[in-house]
T-cell receptor, first 113, second 110 residues
Framework: ETGVTQSPTHLIKTRGQQVTLRCSSQSGHNTVSWYQQALGQGPQFIFQYYREEENGRGNFPPRFSGLQFPNYSSELNVNALELDDSALYLC????????????FGEGSRLTVL | QKEVEQDPGPLSVPEGAIVSLNCTYSNSAFQYFMWYRQYSRKGPELLMYTYSSGNKEDGRFTAQVDKSSKYISLFIRDSQPSDSATYLCAMHTGGFKTIFGAGTRLFVKA
Protein backbone atom coordinates (compact mmCIF):
# COMPACT_ATOMS: atom_id res chain seq x y z
CA GLU A 1 0.00 0.00 0.00
CA THR A 2 1.49 3.33 -1.06
CA GLY A 3 1.32 6.13 1.50
CA VAL A 4 0.76 9.84 0.99
CA THR A 5 3.65 11.51 -0.79
CA GLN A 6 4.29 15.24 -1.10
CA SER A 7 6.66 17.32 -3.17
CA PRO A 8 8.77 19.32 -2.89
CA THR A 9 9.92 18.67 0.68
CA HIS A 10 11.49 22.10 1.11
CA LEU A 11 11.35 25.30 -0.88
CA ILE A 12 12.21 28.95 -0.50
CA LYS A 13 10.29 31.74 -2.20
CA THR A 14 10.22 35.51 -1.98
CA ARG A 15 7.27 37.66 -1.08
CA GLY A 16 4.84 38.15 -3.96
CA GLN A 17 5.80 34.94 -5.77
CA GLN A 18 3.53 31.98 -6.43
CA VAL A 19 4.01 28.37 -5.33
CA THR A 20 2.52 24.99 -6.26
CA LEU A 21 2.69 22.04 -3.88
CA ARG A 22 1.80 18.50 -4.93
CA CYS A 23 0.33 15.50 -3.18
CA SER A 24 -0.34 11.89 -4.15
CA SER A 25 -3.00 10.31 -1.98
CA GLN A 26 -2.80 6.90 -0.38
CA SER A 27 -3.95 4.03 -2.57
CA GLY A 28 -7.74 3.64 -2.39
CA HIS A 29 -8.36 7.11 -0.95
CA ASN A 30 -10.46 9.57 -2.94
CA THR A 31 -10.45 12.53 -0.55
CA VAL A 32 -7.57 14.94 0.00
CA SER A 33 -7.33 17.67 2.63
CA TRP A 34 -4.68 20.36 2.94
CA TYR A 35 -3.50 21.80 6.24
CA GLN A 36 -1.10 24.61 7.16
CA GLN A 37 1.06 24.11 10.24
CA ALA A 38 2.95 27.14 11.49
CA LEU A 39 5.89 26.59 13.82
CA GLY A 40 4.73 25.56 17.28
CA GLN A 41 1.07 25.33 16.20
CA GLY A 42 -1.34 22.59 15.27
CA PRO A 43 -2.42 22.04 11.66
CA GLN A 44 -5.04 24.48 10.36
CA PHE A 45 -7.56 23.26 7.78
CA ILE A 46 -7.24 24.96 4.38
CA PHE A 47 -9.64 22.96 2.19
CA GLN A 48 -10.73 19.48 1.16
CA TYR A 49 -11.26 17.91 -2.26
CA TYR A 50 -13.55 14.98 -2.92
CA ARG A 51 -13.97 13.54 -6.41
CA GLU A 52 -12.27 16.60 -7.97
CA GLU A 53 -14.58 19.13 -6.27
CA GLU A 54 -13.82 21.43 -3.34
CA ASN A 55 -15.80 19.90 -0.50
CA GLY A 56 -15.15 22.47 2.22
CA ARG A 57 -12.87 25.37 3.05
CA GLY A 58 -11.32 26.87 6.16
CA ASN A 59 -10.57 30.53 6.92
CA PHE A 60 -7.99 31.08 4.21
CA PRO A 61 -8.11 33.81 1.53
CA PRO A 62 -8.85 33.06 -2.15
CA ARG A 63 -5.15 33.27 -3.04
CA PHE A 64 -5.03 29.74 -1.60
CA SER A 65 -6.50 27.48 -4.28
CA GLY A 66 -6.38 23.84 -5.17
CA LEU A 67 -7.09 21.10 -7.66
CA GLN A 68 -7.76 17.40 -7.50
CA PHE A 69 -7.10 15.19 -10.51
CA PRO A 70 -8.92 12.03 -11.72
CA ASN A 71 -6.25 9.86 -10.05
CA TYR A 72 -7.07 11.70 -6.76
CA SER A 73 -3.70 13.44 -6.58
CA SER A 74 -3.92 17.11 -5.65
CA GLU A 75 -2.21 20.47 -5.88
CA LEU A 76 -2.19 23.44 -3.53
CA ASN A 77 -1.46 26.79 -5.14
CA VAL A 78 -0.67 29.94 -3.21
CA ASN A 79 -0.45 33.27 -5.03
CA ALA A 80 1.06 36.56 -3.87
CA LEU A 81 3.06 34.92 -1.11
CA GLU A 82 3.32 36.73 2.21
CA LEU A 83 5.88 36.25 4.98
CA ASP A 84 3.19 34.66 7.20
CA ASP A 85 2.70 31.92 4.61
CA SER A 86 5.94 30.37 5.85
CA ALA A 87 4.84 27.03 7.31
CA LEU A 88 4.70 23.28 6.87
CA TYR A 89 1.96 22.38 4.39
CA LEU A 90 0.46 18.98 5.04
CA CYS A 91 -1.62 16.87 2.72
CA UNK A 92 -3.88 14.19 4.20
CA UNK A 93 -5.96 11.59 2.42
CA UNK A 94 -8.92 9.55 3.56
CA UNK A 95 -11.67 7.38 2.11
CA UNK A 96 -15.01 8.90 1.18
CA UNK A 97 -16.10 12.45 1.69
CA UNK A 98 -16.15 14.13 5.06
CA UNK A 99 -13.38 13.36 7.48
CA UNK A 100 -12.25 10.37 9.42
CA UNK A 101 -8.83 8.90 9.96
CA UNK A 102 -6.45 11.26 8.19
CA UNK A 103 -3.30 9.79 6.65
CA PHE A 104 -0.72 12.55 6.40
CA GLY A 105 2.26 12.99 4.17
CA GLU A 106 5.53 14.35 5.54
CA GLY A 107 4.73 17.85 4.35
CA SER A 108 6.28 20.58 2.25
CA ARG A 109 8.17 23.18 4.25
CA LEU A 110 7.77 26.61 2.66
CA THR A 111 9.91 29.56 3.64
CA VAL A 112 8.93 32.99 2.33
CA LEU A 113 11.65 35.67 2.46
CA GLN B 1 -11.21 31.66 22.59
CA LYS B 2 -9.81 28.78 20.55
CA GLU B 3 -12.12 25.85 19.85
CA VAL B 4 -9.49 23.44 21.18
CA GLU B 5 -7.02 24.28 23.95
CA GLN B 6 -3.88 22.23 24.57
CA ASP B 7 -0.93 23.02 26.82
CA PRO B 8 2.15 23.22 24.57
CA GLY B 9 4.53 22.02 27.29
CA PRO B 10 7.25 20.94 27.04
CA LEU B 11 6.59 17.98 29.31
CA SER B 12 9.67 16.08 30.47
CA VAL B 13 9.36 12.71 32.23
CA PRO B 14 11.73 9.84 33.11
CA GLU B 15 11.55 6.59 31.22
CA GLY B 16 8.85 4.30 32.60
CA ALA B 17 6.62 7.13 33.87
CA ILE B 18 2.92 7.41 33.17
CA VAL B 19 2.23 10.41 30.94
CA SER B 20 -1.03 12.32 30.95
CA LEU B 21 -1.85 14.64 28.05
CA ASN B 22 -5.04 16.71 27.95
CA CYS B 23 -7.19 18.98 25.83
CA THR B 24 -10.30 21.01 26.45
CA TYR B 25 -12.76 22.17 23.82
CA SER B 26 -15.68 24.52 23.54
CA ASN B 27 -17.81 23.14 20.68
CA SER B 28 -20.36 20.66 22.05
CA ALA B 29 -21.02 19.41 18.50
CA PHE B 30 -17.70 17.56 18.39
CA GLN B 31 -18.40 13.82 18.26
CA TYR B 32 -15.12 12.28 17.09
CA PHE B 33 -11.90 12.64 19.04
CA MET B 34 -8.38 11.72 17.98
CA TRP B 35 -4.79 11.83 19.15
CA TYR B 36 -1.98 12.17 16.62
CA ARG B 37 1.75 11.82 17.23
CA GLN B 38 4.16 13.97 15.27
CA TYR B 39 7.89 13.39 15.25
CA SER B 40 10.18 16.26 14.36
CA ARG B 41 10.08 17.11 10.65
CA LYS B 42 7.43 14.46 9.97
CA GLY B 43 3.69 14.46 9.31
CA PRO B 44 1.25 13.54 12.10
CA GLU B 45 0.25 9.88 12.50
CA LEU B 46 -2.96 8.70 14.11
CA LEU B 47 -2.64 7.04 17.52
CA MET B 48 -6.20 6.83 18.81
CA TYR B 49 -9.66 7.47 17.33
CA THR B 50 -12.75 7.49 19.54
CA TYR B 51 -16.41 8.32 19.11
CA SER B 52 -18.37 10.14 21.81
CA SER B 53 -17.60 9.65 25.50
CA GLY B 54 -15.75 6.76 27.10
CA ASN B 55 -12.38 5.05 27.20
CA LYS B 56 -10.37 3.25 24.55
CA GLU B 57 -7.20 1.29 25.15
CA ASP B 58 -4.54 0.22 22.65
CA GLY B 59 -1.39 -1.27 24.09
CA ARG B 60 0.32 1.33 26.29
CA PHE B 61 -2.09 4.07 25.18
CA THR B 62 -5.48 4.91 26.71
CA ALA B 63 -7.75 7.65 25.41
CA GLN B 64 -10.52 9.12 27.54
CA VAL B 65 -13.34 11.42 26.48
CA ASP B 66 -15.60 13.28 28.91
CA LYS B 67 -18.12 15.17 26.80
CA SER B 68 -19.92 16.57 29.84
CA SER B 69 -16.73 18.40 30.83
CA LYS B 70 -15.53 18.91 27.24
CA TYR B 71 -12.23 17.30 28.22
CA ILE B 72 -10.16 14.59 26.55
CA SER B 73 -7.04 12.81 27.75
CA LEU B 74 -4.34 10.49 26.47
CA PHE B 75 -2.41 8.32 28.91
CA ILE B 76 0.86 6.64 28.01
CA ARG B 77 2.01 3.85 30.31
CA ASP B 78 5.63 2.76 30.69
CA SER B 79 6.83 5.68 28.58
CA GLN B 80 9.88 5.14 26.38
CA PRO B 81 12.41 7.55 24.86
CA SER B 82 10.88 6.67 21.48
CA ASP B 83 7.63 8.27 22.70
CA SER B 84 9.37 11.66 22.61
CA ALA B 85 7.33 13.64 20.10
CA THR B 86 4.60 16.25 19.82
CA TYR B 87 1.12 14.94 20.63
CA LEU B 88 -1.81 16.64 18.91
CA CYS B 89 -5.39 16.27 20.00
CA ALA B 90 -7.96 16.63 17.24
CA MET B 91 -11.72 16.50 16.90
CA HIS B 92 -14.54 16.94 14.40
CA THR B 93 -18.30 16.93 14.11
CA GLY B 94 -18.49 14.36 11.31
CA GLY B 95 -18.05 16.98 8.61
CA PHE B 96 -15.09 17.82 6.44
CA LYS B 97 -12.92 19.76 8.89
CA THR B 98 -10.76 18.40 11.69
CA ILE B 99 -9.74 20.89 14.38
CA PHE B 100 -6.34 20.36 15.99
CA GLY B 101 -4.90 21.53 19.27
CA ALA B 102 -1.53 23.28 19.28
CA GLY B 103 0.24 20.09 20.38
CA THR B 104 2.16 19.14 23.54
CA ARG B 105 5.87 18.45 23.23
CA LEU B 106 6.85 15.39 25.25
CA PHE B 107 10.40 14.39 26.20
CA VAL B 108 11.03 10.99 27.78
CA LYS B 109 14.47 10.81 29.38
CA ALA B 110 16.37 7.51 29.43
Amino acid sequence: ETGVTQSPTHLIKTRGQQVTLRCSSQSGHNTVSWYQQALGQGPQFIFQYYREEENGRGNFPPRFSGLQFPNYSSELNVNALELDDSALYLCASTKGGGTGELFFGEGSRLTVL
Amino acid sequence: QKEVEQDPGPLSVPEGAIVSLNCTYSNSAFQYFMWYRQYSRKGPELLMYTYSSGNKEDGRFTAQVDKSSKYISLFIRDSQPSDSATYLCAMHTGGFKTIFGAGTRLFVKA
